[in-house]
């Protein structure tokens, strides 16, 4: 991943995205500034159960895949329900 971890997250999600994912694990309303990608793909890991101790090796690929899945029926629930 390198140097793009570090730059802002609307290269891979929508405002909209990032403003429901962050209200989803934050439960708080988002900054004005998007979040880093590195940010997003560790909240998105936590919808699919990682859980992010200081003795915890990095997101692996089956909780940030779990994480995605989750997401992607939040972001459909919220399309479905608030237009």
Avoid at 9 to 24: A, D, N, S
Wanted: charged content about 25%; proline content about 7%; hydrophobic content about 35%.
């Amino acid at each position: 991943m390198g140097e793009s971890k570090n730059q802002n997250c609307e290269l891979v999600l929508t405002e909209k995205e990032w403003h429901i994912l962050y209200q989803k694990v934050n439960r708080k309303n988002p900054p004005r500034n998007p979040p880093k990608i590195k940010d997003v793909c560790y909240w998105i890991a936590k919808l699919g159960g990682y859980i992010g101790r200081k003795c915890d090796f990095p997101p692996g690929i089956i909780s940030i895949w779990r994480g995605w899945t989750r997401f992607m029926e939040v972001v459909e629930d919220y399309h479905a329900f608030c237009g």
